[in-house]
């Protein structure tokens, strides 16, 4: 389940990302789009999807910007919560878009 911009507490609006407008999106590629040209924006910390999405958003973000991994754009990302399915089979694209060292992941990833 998407969490939805009206079903957030007042105080946590301004710290959700990619926001209202964005999250409204029914295409996903003008969704995908927007959360891409907006990224540099984003003071991001802390992360939560399928990996299968995030994958996506990770590899558009590094292309877009020609960068060598997701920190160069969010330096301060450091968690992410998975959901939906299996992180294993995406470990080894993760490990591409981060900088820390497998294990580090590993135990972020298996809460």
């Known amino acids: ?5 009206g079903n ?5 609006q301004f710290f959700y990302k990619p926001g209202y407008a964005i999250s409204r999106h029914r295409d996903w ?3 995908l789009n927007d959360i891409v040209l907006n990224a540099p924006k984003w003071d991001i910390g802390v992360i939560c999807g399928v990996p ?3 994958q996506i958003i990770f590899e558009k973000i590094i292309a877009h910007y020609n960068v060598k991994t997701i920190h160069d754009i969010w330096p301060n990302l450091r ?4 959901g939906g399915v299996s992180y294993t089979p995406y ?3 993760f490990e591409k878009a981060y900088i820390f060292p497998t294990d580090y ?6 809460l």
């Open 1 to 5: 389940m998407e969490l939805q911009q």
């Open 8 to 12: 957030i507490p007042f105080w946590f």
């Open 29 to 31: 590629n003008s969704k």
């Open 52 to 54: 299968a999405w995030i």
């Open 79 to 82: 968690i992410y919560v998975s």
């Open 91 to 93: 470990l080894k694209s």
């Open 105 to 110: 992941f590993r135990y972020l990833f298996s």
